[in-house]
């Protein structure tokens, strides 16, 4: 069974930056999307970006598009949220997932879809 372990977060000021982490504990397939969430307490988890292993194709939801970048690094099994320009409303609790997929469906796919999870890291941005 894989694991998603991830890593980074913190509390930073706004218009700052954060690096988050989303490691697997084996390899997995190259057909695997892998998606990030994030939660505001009282909501639901809202889906914000996504990363097709195979072509790297990404994907990206409209608040955090141009400020955030995610990415993957094969051989270390991991993959990146690069968040950029950061804001008060960007607070929350941030969750990678990952579930085989296909390149045309990765952007699509929502948390229902979703089997494998992380532990979630929270994120503070304080205006």
């Known amino acids: 069974q894989v694991q998603l372990v991830q890593s980074g977060g913190g509390s930073v000021q706004a218009g700052g930056s954060l690096r988050l982490s989303c490691s697997a504990s084996?390899?997995?397939?190259?057909?695997?999307?892998t998606a990030w969430f994030r939660r505001i307490p009282g909501k639901e988890r809202d889906w914000i970006a996504a990363?097709?292993?195979?072509?790297?194709?990404?994907f990206y939801g409209d608040s955090v598009k141009g400020r955030f970048s995610i990415s993957q690094d094969g051989p270390k099994k991991t993959v990146y949220l690069e968040m950029n320009s950061l804001k008060a409303e960007d607070t929350a609790m941030y969750y990678c997932a990952a579930l085989p997929a296909n390149r045309w469906n990765c952007g699509s796919l929502r948390e229902s879809s979703f089997t494998i999870w992380g532990q979630g890291t929270q994120v503070t941005v304080s205006s």
């Open positions: 084996v390899y997995t397939s190259p057909y695997t999307c």
């Open positions: 990363i097709f292993g195979d072509d790297g194709s990404t």
